[in-house]
């Protein structure tokens, strides 16, 4: 049985998302390929009830998520969204974010397979739509981050959950220097389970619908590439295990490690309350019983990042005129105090995000 069910946009222009069910694969299409599939709200609201009908179909054995066109599965957010409002004031990114993280959580507890198809640029929003996924699979073209700290902002869609339980310090590494994962490295972090040659996923496609999903994998995934990441986890280990941005950099810069040394520079080139309040948000959720209790953290911190300077200057500079300029508010790690770092924690009362641990 095929049912195709476009979710349309305003005015019937091109659907964002697209629904198929066929043998027994339900089929999410993020479908904006010109912008890398970014994620707004109104995919959002259109992926989740789809979700938790899919749950309890029996038509459905197992649950797809691919991106239209060749680029990636998804760039992220809708980040110029977010920054007109954040310029105006406005509550649409709360909400967003609300609904995103909701979503999250019921992809982490999805009690069927979910099959995420990590090929391409994978960050952000779209780490979230798969990393919490129970099945993510990687290819030679993917490109996965959580480039949050380049434009003011913090790992956020559970980011920090991920990252926090990456073997030794490798997320406090990739957290603060927003590095690009490959396939091998995305794996050794703990981002994603299985390589798979893209040549091969039309392939597994088609498998999936006429049998078992371990057996396609089986058949068409491979030995993932070697993780340059995994091999610098001597020096990774050893220089970001300070609970102080600062004491990192110095530790980095002072090592004698080219490669080191790079990620000094790269972590002194982003915003300083971002770097500092992304470290505290890591700590944080690794010391955090479940992924719901570090999405209830992340809502709070993005709604202070809302109202903060360095949100809308880092999209500014870096997506909106793009001269790569930001001029961060502190400017220095220095001049960014226990109160800043603070504030992005305070608890909001009657608008917490309010998730519930999953039994």
Partial sequence: MTAVEPAERPGGTEPEVLFDVRGGVGRITLNRPKAINALNHAMVQQIAPKLDEWASNDEVELVLLVGAGERGLCAGGD?????????DGGSGSKDFWRDEYVLNAAIARFDKPYVAIMDGVVMGGGVGLSAHGNTRIVTERSKIAMPEVGIGFVPDVGGTYLLSRAPGEL?????????????GDAIAAGFADHYMPSENLEKFYDALETGSLSAALEEFTDEAPASSLAAS????????????????????????????????SDIESKSPVSLKVTLKSLRRAAAASSLEEVLNDEYRVSLAS??????????????????????????????????????????????ELGLEKNA
Avoid: C
């Fill in 79 to 87: 980040i110029v969204s977010i920054y007109h409002d954040a310029k």
């Fill in 171 to 183: 997320g406090t590494h990739l957290g603060l220097t927003t590095a690009r994962m490959d396939a």
């Fill in 233 to 264: 986890r001597e020096w990774i280990d050893r220089y970001y295990g300070a609970d102080i941005v600062e004491a990192i950099v110095e530790g980095l810069r002072g090592s004698g490690i080219p490669d080191a040394e790079k990620a000094a």
């Fill in 306 to 351: 809302l109202e903060s300077h360095d949100l809308v200057e880092g999209i500014r500079a870096q997506v909106v005129e793009k001269d790569r300029n930001p001029k961060w508010s502190p400017a220095t790690l220095a001049d960014v105090t226990d109160a800043d770092v603070d504030r992005y924690f305070a608890p909001l009362g009657d608008t």
